[in-house]
C-alpha cells in the first residue's frame, strides 16, 4: 500500500467487519483531529453520514468516531496512522440484517445487498470528493 500511494494517493480505507450485536451497517472512525475546521473535508464523520444519507442499510447514529485503549493496533488506527491523508473506517455488516427504523421489518443481507452496499460507498464517496472540492467548508 506505502508503494501504491506514493504514484497514486490512497484517499480511503475501509476495513470490513461483520457483527451479531445489533442491525444494520456502520462505521467506526477516528476522531476528529483537534485543529481540524468543522464541516472540512478532513472531517471523520462527514463521510459516513454522507452515506448514512444516500444508502438505506447504513446508520449514522450507530456510528462511533473514538479510540478506545483496546483498538490502538486495529487496522483502522495502524492504517490512520501509515496514511495520514486518507479517510479510515471500519465498516461494520449486521449478521441479522438491516431496519431503517427501530420496529420496523427486518430485511437480509444478501450476497446482492452487500456488493450493492460496497458500489454504493464508492460511488458516494466520488461525490463526496466532488461535492468537497467544490465546498471545502461543508457546514
Known sequence: MQVYNKSAPISLI????????????FFY??????DLVPGS??????????CSKKIKQVSFTQSTFS?????NN?????????????HVYTLENSFHGWRRERGSFIHDYTPEVLR?????????????ERVCEKN????
Do not use: C, M, W
Request: proline residues 10%.
Open 136 to 139: 471545502p467548508q461543508i457546514t
Open 74 to 86: 486495529s487496522a483502522r488506527v495502524v492504517l490512520s496512522e501509515l496514511f495520514p491523508k486518507a
Open 41 to 50: 473535508l478532513e472531517d471523520p464523520q462527514l463521510f459516513p453520514y454522507f
Open 67 to 71: 479510540i478506545t485503549e483496546d483498538k
Open 14 to 25: 475501509i476495513d470490513l467487519h461483520g457483527h451479531s450485536k445489533s442491525y444494520n451497517s
Open 116 to 128: 450493492k452496499i460496497g458500489k454504493d460507498i464508492l460511488l458516494t464517496y466520488f461525490e463526496f
Open 29 to 34: 472512525g477516528n476522531p476528529p483531529k483537534k
